[in-house]
């Protein structure tokens, strides 16, 4: 069974441009959840999409944002990048099942110059 | 709101010593409470979770966790480290009311482990 699959797995950007990443969830898994991951504030909340439609929003702005395609993938979007922005960018994905375990991706690394 | 706090950035111990990363956390409702593990240019992978059952809870690769609800806590341990246990953890808790995917992260714990 294939895992969760991040692409791309690097992606280097300058200031004000935008950037969408994709996130394959573990087949049978409707629920995508997306994390940002800094050195200054760890691991943080992004959002979280199921049935393609967004359940549950961390505290970020609006330029950030998220959808989920009828396969279950899910695409998240970043306009006018900042270089706040550079980060690690995790997906997990699940069945929305507490008996169940979030799978995470091994993320894309996002440098904004 | 919830959040988790994680006692000491970097923990070292000698390979056969006992690990022991403490966290800390605050829920308005029963929590979900969660061990991550991150190894470099990897994602994170579940060590062990609590819901409600046991308050002793054992994971992979010989880790346990025991909840206790007085004391706010849900402590890591391994009797004996191994060089492999090197790695970043993370504990994090879930209110199950605002989604079990939504997951509040401590800062994290770096695990050295020597020879």
């Known amino acids: 069974k294939a895992g969760v699959t991040q692409t791309p797995r690097y992606l280097i950007k300058t200031r004000g441009q935008q950037v969408t990443l994709s996130c394959s969830p573990i087949s049978g898994h409707r629920s995508v959840s997306w994390y940002q991951q800094t050195p200054g504030q760890g691991l943080q909340f992004l959002f979280e999409y199921f049935s393609e439609t967004q359940r549950n929003k961390g505290n970020f702005p609006g330029r950030f944002s998220g959808r989920q395609f009828s396969n279950s993938r899910s695409e998240m979007n970043v306009s006018t990048l900042e270089l706040g922005d550079s980060a690690l960018y995790l997906c997990?994905?699940?069945?929305?099942?507490?008996?169940?375990?979030?799978?995470f991706g091994s993320g894309t690394q996002l440098s904004v110059l | 709101a919830q959040s988790v706090t994680q006692l000491g950035s970097h923990v070292s111990v000698s390979e056969g010593a006992l690990v022991l990363l403490r966290c800390n956390y605050s829920?308005?409702?029963?929590?979900?409470l969660f061990w991550y593990v991150q190894y470099p240019n990897q994602g994170l992978q579940l060590l062990l979770k609590?819901?409600?059952?046991?308050?002793l809870v054992k994971g992979i690769n010989g880790f346990e966790a025991e909840f206790k609800k007085s004391e706010t806590s849900f402590h890591l341990t391994k009797p004996s480290a191994h060089m492999s246990d090197a790695a970043e953890y993370f504990c994090a808790v879930s209110e199950g009311n605002s989604g079990y995917s939504t997951l509040t992260f401590g800062k994290g714990t770096m695990l050295l482990v020597s020879p």
């Open positions: 829920s308005s409702v029963p929590p979900y």
């Open positions: 609590y819901t409600s059952a046991a308050t």
């Open positions: 997990a994905s699940s069945n929305r099942d507490p008996n169940e375990k979030l799978f």
